[in-house]
């Protein structure tokens, strides 16, 4: 099994690729455009968890959503329940309370829509929710590095938006590419997807966002 800093290496290599050498492309013919898809799955060992955890929050969640400040044309992915805001990253850990007793706690990390920005960009912001066993003073950012917690696996989920002209809207921002991450089971599984896209490239907001990531 690879070292931490190997397999950080590994995860920066996989998406230096992304798109055009990494991955599938295909033409929707009806709509003029591309589709992407990328998949890949890591091995890795439990303890690796929450360095890979901090990397990738550092790397693929936007810093204000941490500030729970505003933010344009990104987006978490997941929902928690039908009426809940979007969720950018789901975590799942133990934290240590006494001598040898450890206690099961969850955190995540919300983007609830804050206002249109114009008819291009859409604007979230950031908003965490956790369980009453991780103290409110302990900073989500850090998840990954603090002594008393053991990560058990997390997800990142994030959607990048694009604007996009409709007949009925007009331009509008519209969520085109995906980025999903899960980390459980000794596997890390990394999921890229693109819809409708007008060129063989990812949007703009992708790269803005993930710069340290997409490096070629």
């Not at 690729?17 to 492309?25: C, D, E, I, R, S």
């Not at 009806?30 to 990738?56: M, S």
């Not at 206002?115 to 965490?128: L, M, P, R, T, Y």
Request: net charge neutral.
């Amino acid at each position: 099994m690879p070292s931490s800093n190997i397999l950080i290496s590994q995860i920066k290599g996989a998406f230096a690729l992304l798109p055009n050498k990494a991955g599938k492309w295909r033409r929707a013919w009806l709509f003029g455009t591309w589709n992407y898809e990328f998949r890949t799955v890591i091995e890795i060992e439990p303890y690796q968890l929450g360095t890979v955890l901090n990397f990738l929050g550092a790397s693929l969640v936007p810093k204000n959503a941490w500030l729970k400040e505003e933010f344009e044309d990104v987006a978490g992915a997941m929902k928690l329940h039908e009426n809940a805001s979007p969720s950018c990253l789901s975590v799942r850990g133990k934290i240590l309370v006494s001598d040898n007793e450890w206690e099961d706690f969850s955190y995540e990390l919300l983007t609830p829509f804050s206002q249109f920005k114009g008819a291009h960009h859409i604007v979230h912001c950031g908003e965490d929710k956790r369980s009453s066993e991780l103290p409110n003073f302990v900073d989500g950012e850090k998840l990954g590095t603090l002594i008393p917690l053991r990560i058990t696996s997390f997800e990142i989920a994030l959607m990048f938006y694009e604007s996009e002209y409709t007949i009925f809207l007009g331009y509008s921002p519209t969520p085109l590419t995906e980025i999903r991450i899960s980390a459980l089971d000794r596997k890390i599984s990394i999921t890229v997807t693109g819809e409708r896209l007008k060129k063989k490239e990812f949007s703009p907001s992708i790269m803005k966002n993930n710069s340290v990531l997409f490096t070629h």
